[in-house]
């Protein structure tokens, strides 16, 4: 079995900082792309922020310049880092990764059970 477990989701004022993280567990042999999705109230979800195994990013453009993503290959952790928060912003978020439990096994997508972020004052 795999599980991605998410982490720091929160209340936070317009303007504020959260530092979202994601651990994927279980038995693995490689991580490929690992990502963060969002989806507000009423809306369909939306892809975040993408990485490579190899560090490569891809931002959605409401977010680019204001959040980060990274990983530690180490500990299989994905992290996204989110600055100058807006009330568009709220949002549940997801992150996800493609995973390759035996080497002589393709990879899979494995999902996060989301943690709630919401920008209000």
């Known amino acids: 079995q795999v599980q991605l477990v998410e982490s720091g989701g929160g209340l936070v004022q317009p303007g504020g900082s959260l530092r979202l993280s994601c651990a994927a567990s279980?038995?693995?042999?490689?991580?490929?792309?690992m990502g963060w999705y969002r989806q507000a109230p009423g809306k369909q979800r939306e892809l975040v922020a993408t990485?490579?195994?190899?560090?490569?990013?891809n931002y959605e453009d409401s977010v680019k310049g204001r959040f980060t993503i990274s990983r530690d290959n180490a500990k299989n952790t994905v992290y996204l880092q989110m600055n100058s928060l807006k009330p568009e912003d709220t949002a549940v978020y997801y992150c996800?990764?493609?995973?390759?439990?035996?080497?002589?096994?393709?990879?899979?997508?494995?999902w996060g059970q989301g943690t709630q972020v919401t920008v209000s004052s």
């Open positions: 996800n990764a493609d995973i390759r439990r035996r080497s002589y096994q393709s990879a899979n997508r494995y």
């Open positions: 990485i490579t195994s190899s560090g490569t990013t």
């Open positions: 279980g038995t693995i042999f490689n991580i490929n792309g």
